[in-house]
């Protein structure tokens, strides 16, 4: 059933191999002037290869090379070295593999400035030295308060959960440490006990605590809190035991399993290396270990629809009164949002009969590591027609057709939260990109006035009001790179009745609108449309990237981008760590293609969020036209979450999650799924 | 793995049975005063047995009787007779079934109003001599140009497709009637002829041609017409073959079958008579042929969550030059929603493995209709996790369980439009109603100044904008019927630092209201909140029905309306058809329950749409308290519709649709999936 036959081009999107990632590491190794070490518990001081990942060719390199007209690009990696030796962090591109001959500093070309120490992630060298710090400065000290409080022992420990960013300005590593008991879902098992931890030096021994937190009141010391503590001044937590309620494990045994899905005749796609074909569909796909799943030169019909579909970012901001979660602002993608893919569990995370895909990864690692079944995908039946008409006025006929769609799956397990991400192909001719949240809701230990940020959802726990916003990158191309952005909207307008001229009535119209420029400040029929597709501002309902090409009928044929959101409010852009997320002020914005701007977000946002490597504002502030222009458009969704006793143990997927559906309109003469195999037709009798 | 029994009471809510339309049919008949007929080709000027439908119970009686407090309610039909004879329209409620002693005129009990006979559904008799009227008054007299321009004969016939509302004032019932070939999916072939009848007369001798309208030029006449077209003084539509671009008939065979859903070991759920049992849910259900799909008495977990959720009312606004489409505003329910529930096909429609039930109808008949298979019910994989957490830090381990729920569906092919209902009730505790369109779009001959008001989508057919709004009725009971109306969303708030007073952070917190009447005129911290959630102004994210009761908690235990929608604009309010549809202004309305208010539309709404039998707004125009009081919500989904080519020969459902989620929130003490036998829990080692 298979249109295509697998081509090896797509290997140029392809991750890197285990064997390459050792030909990098040992490339870079052999660079003494560098003075790498690759030992996972390098100290800060020194120099550490954070990471390599896949560095993607040159858009019109890569196009040139899968449309025949031009050379395989050269294989290139990107090796992010924490140079804590000298106090910045580096980014080079080493190439070509498989032998490296050369590696180049591309941290300015890339950011425009460079990365000081203090953006970097904190690595498991860092978290060796930082939990030991906690262990001599915190725990050894307050061993009578532990035992009372929290029932720490030799044989029985805190886990420690951070809050980001660390600081209120550029250069500010002073993290918030919050402790949790150690039992299944400890994200929902707060103390009461936080940590104020500035750990800014890259030497452990100029580390100091600077405040703590217990149950509700702040301490300058660790002597001060033991002092009032044992002197019994200070309001005591007493220990309880408490029922294990993050417990996951099933409280019933299954009498009857639930419905399952097979393949009677087979599976109608196919995976090789890094590339599916579905029916109609192909694309190539890779797995970023910081922006997570994507695909690339995505094929329908023997026509690129899209260059890239990627995830970007997945944001939160909390509230709450405990000083760790108060100022909380996670970008994932600067700890990893695909270094969290991990192995799906057949049957549960995808079906039992899915094809599921190995990754390997090089972060924050000594060597690559596998991660087996960390990808699936699979055919699905969705449960409804994808279309059908039943007649029986004058005809009496039926056609109609299942909705049956391929499914490209990561999950994420970043921390607390999981993120479910869906690539979806139609046999339509459409492209799904879903998120759905799932996991442990991150918490905080309850106190006075708590209530106003959140519900409680278990013993002096409270479940904190958050955001959700999730950025992806669609380089949709149209006929073509050189494509415009048109919006569709509906407007009333009175009209005389031609048989009744007497007679007005108001009347449906369609107004389109083509956009010149990215800040696209125009005026909208409807009103003002300052940047349009902003959050706050009403938006055209009908977004679509056009080619100048008409199909048969005479209209550009475009895809719509369909956002589906439930967004809480973006921060305020007077808050200095707005820039870093700048691009969730926007539902959909669109820019001019640059390989230089290859992501809306940066692995140094999050531990330099005041002065980031990335700030997708500027992309937009050169306001650029967007006429007949290679075009991105950058969509954000999410939710407001506002937790309640059922996220615990776990936040359940329905209703919980978002996405756009890129949809053919006037692309095609008709619904291609006309042709589709499936479809079925009862005539009369 | 069932957890309850099958209950008899749930037949309080059963559609009558073929015996019992029976019952009611012979029962009129006997009324020898009232002088019905039940002959399918009834004319107009006689009294027809139009309707007979399931007579609801009074809710405190049903309640009474399905808690174990009360009797009973008697079993009830109404009736609804057009007495073309009289003038008017009479409902009549006709019980005790299954022995009628009694029959009640109702009318202006439920709609404080007469009906006039112009407000009736246009009958299979009234059709019978409206084609015939055409026939006589149009085509024979117009043979030439009939043959020459459409190709007309006596084997060969058009079609006609009547446009609604018929007329601009109460009273009016002259009809724009337009042509369409003969051909597969007619409504997507218009050929340019449409003529504008004055049929509101009983008599059809008295029924007038007003006008005619082809190829974008008016006629008073048939022989205006006529002699314009022999002079050559018109533009001539000249008659060329089209392609059969309608045909839903496959054009390739299918190699492999897509992938199947089994029951490798049995059905999870049971259906006895009208009642549905699945895992913890137990629900009864009917189907109105007026206005579909409903289900009643929902438990979940021995509670009962909503008293009722009904489909209301499918409405569509049209934009059109052309003059049937110009005024376009369709009202399905006036013609009956429930009614054109037909067959579903197995394995397109619903999985081949789902339960599927017979309905019986009494609408326009002249005996009761048995509708094979029209309903099915299955428990689907919904293809994805229905909550997972992998843990990698800390502690190793997995819990996850699928998410598997169970649908309940109808599709109702209303002429072009095939709307696709399901109810679908998740593990989670959550049910959705969801709405998907497929089927034909309605589309209009292509004349010049045409594509303001849609996109040209084959050879001379425009396909016109317009929209699509769904209404819900959603009677949840919360612990009770006592419930109130509760609004959560976020704010911003500046903030001072605890630990570093000096510094200020905009931090969000939680805003929650109580409303206190139907009108909703309250000031949200936001802004103004005029009837908070009509669709023009800022709705508060959150819209929960309450109870006073508490959860484990503290909190208000409440079930949360999470909307899925994309509306166009809804009518201005200054449109004399708006108050047909004024519950289209609200994305929700919140009323206090009265079994008086049983429908947000009515029969009578299509063809009086200027003084129609139900405006929705008078149920919120007396601003009664909402606090503490039985509530119901009526929830409006929807999508613009801006047709594309690929619209033909199916819109097709995805993106194409919009519903509502009921989810629990503080309802329970936790998840109550967690109790799922479905559940999976993957230690570590
Ligand atoms: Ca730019
Ligand atoms: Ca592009
Ligand atoms: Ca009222
Ligand atoms: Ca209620
Ligand atoms: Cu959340
Ligand atoms: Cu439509």
């Given at each position: 059933q298979l249109r295509g036959k697998h081509d090896?081009?797509?290997?140029?999107?392809a991750d890197l191999t285990r064997e390459e990632y050792l030909q990098v590491q040992q490339y870079m190794l052999k660079q003494?002037?560098?003075?790498?070490?690759?030992?996972?518990?390098?100290?800060?001081?020194k120099n550490f290869l954070f990471l390599i990942d896949l560095s993607l060719p040159r858009k019109a390199d890569a196009l040139a090379y899968l449309d025949g007209k031009g050379a395989k690009p050269d294989r290139e990696a990107t090796v992010v070295v924490f140079h804590g030796a000298q106090g910045y962090i580096k980014e080079y591109v080493v190439g070509p593999?498989?032998?490296?001959?050369y590696h180049r500093d591309v941290t300015f070309e890339r950011y425009k400035m460079n990365l000081p120490i203090t953006a970097r992630t904190v690595t498991i060298g860092e978290y060796h030295l930082l939990f030991q710090f906690l262990e001599d400065e915190v725990f050894s000290k307050l061993k009578k308060l532990m035992k009372e409080s929290?029932?720490?022992s030799q044989d029985k420990k805190l886990n420690a959960f951070e809050q980001m960013?660390?600081?209120?300005?550029?250069?500010?590593?002073?993290t918030w440490v919050s402790f949790f008991r150690d039992?299944?879902?400890?994200?929902?098992?707060?103390?009461?006990f936080e940590v104020l931890v500035?750990?800014?030096?890259?030497?452990?021994?100029?580390?100091?605590?600077m405040q703590l937190f217990y149950n509700g009141e702040y301490f300058y010391t660790v002597e001060e809190l033991k002092e009032k503590y044992e002197r019994g001044s200070v309001k005591k937590i007493v220990f309880k035991e408490l029922p294990d309620?993050?417990?996951?494990?099933?409280?019933h045994k299954a009498l009857q399993i639930s419905p399952q899905l097979f393949y009677a005749e087979g599976k109608r796609f196919s995976v090789s290396n890094n590339q599916v074909l579905y029916l109609d569909w192909s694309f190539a796909f890779g797995l970023s270990s910081l922006t997570g799943m994507r695909v690339f030169d995505v094929h329908f019909k023997g026509e690129r629809i899209a260059y890239e579909l990627s995830v970007q970012e997945a944001m939160s901001v909390y509230g709450s009164l405990?000083?760790?979660?108060?100022?909380t602002k996670f970008l994932d993608s600067s700890i990893?949002?695909?270094?969290?893919a991990h192995e799906l569990v057949r049957g549960?995370?995808?079906?039992?009969e899915a094809t599921y895909v190995d990754t390997y990864r090089y972060i924050d690692v000594p060597a690559p590591v596998r991660f087996r079944n960390s990808i699936c995908i699979f055919e699905h039946?969705?449960?409804?027609?994808l279309r059908r008409h039943f007649s029986d006025f004058f005809h009496n006929s039926y056609g109609g057709m299942v909705n049956s769609a391929l499914v490209f799956r990561t999950i994420t397990a970043i921390g607390n939260y999981d993120y479910m991400w869906d690539f979806i192909f139609y046999q339509s001719g459409s492209v799904e990109a879903k998120v759905h949240a799932t996991g442990y809701i991150s918490s905080s230990y309850l106190v006075k006035g708590s209530l106003r940020h959140g519900?409680?959802?278990?013993?002096?726990v409270l479940g904190n009001i958050h955001t959700h916003f999730i950025n992806f990158k669609v380089d949709l191309?149209?006929?073509?790179?050189k494509n415009v952005f048109q919006t569709k909207d509906m407007e009333y307008i009175n009209m005389s009745l031609?048989?009744?001229?007497?007679h007005y009535a108001i009347i449906p119209q369609l107004v389109e609108k083509q956009l010149k420029?990215?800040?696209?400040?125009y005026i909208w029929a409807l009103g003002s449309?300052?940047?349009?597709?902003?959050?706050?501002t009403k938006t055209p309902r009908y977004l679509h990237i056009a080619s100048n090409k008409t199909n048969r009928w005479g209209h550009q044929r475009s895809y719509r981008l369909q956002v589906f959101s439930f967004t809480g409010d973006h921060l305020p852009?007077?808050?200095?760590?707005e820039r870093a997320m700048s691009?969730?002020?926007?539902?959909v914005a669109i820019t001019k293609h640059k390989?230089?701007?290859?992501?809306?977000?940066?692995?140094?946002?999050?531990?330099?969020i005041w002065t980031?490597?990335?700030?997708?504002?500027k992309y937009i502030?050169?306001?650029?036209?967007?006429?007949d222009e290679d075009l991105i458009a950058w969509v954000t969704t999410g939710f407001l979450h506002i937790p309640?006793?059922?996220?615990?143990p776990n936040t359940v997927t329905v209703g919980n999650g978002g996405g756009v559906l890129l949809r053919p309109h006037n692309?095609?003469?008709?619904?291609?799924?006309?042709?589709?195999?499936?479809g079925v037709f009862i005539g009369p009798g």
């Open positions: 090896e081009r797509s290997l140029v999107f003494k002037d560098l003075d790498i070490s690759v030992n996972q518990i390098t100290k800060p001081s593999l498989p032998k490296p001959a929290f029932d720490v960013p660390r600081g209120v300005q550029s250069g500010d590593r002073k039992m299944s879902g400890m994200y929902i098992h707060p103390v009461g500035n750990h800014e030096s890259v030497n452990a021994s100029d580390w100091r605590v309620y993050g417990s996951l494990k099933p409280k405990t000083p760790g979660m108060m100022l990893g949002i695909g270094r969290f549960v995370d995808c079906p039992h039946n969705m449960g409804q027609p519900h409680q959802v278990a013993e002096g191309d149209v006929l073509g790179v031609p048989w009744m001229p007497d420029t990215e800040q696209m400040d449309l300052e940047a349009a597709l902003r959050y706050d852009e007077n808050q200095a760590e691009w969730a002020r926007y539902k390989d230089l701007e290859q992501t809306s977000s940066s692995l140094y946002s999050q531990n330099n980031p490597a990335v700030d997708f504002s502030e050169d306001n650029e036209s967007i006429e309640h006793s059922e996220d615990i692309y095609f003469d008709e619904d291609p799924s006309i042709h589709s195999p499936d």
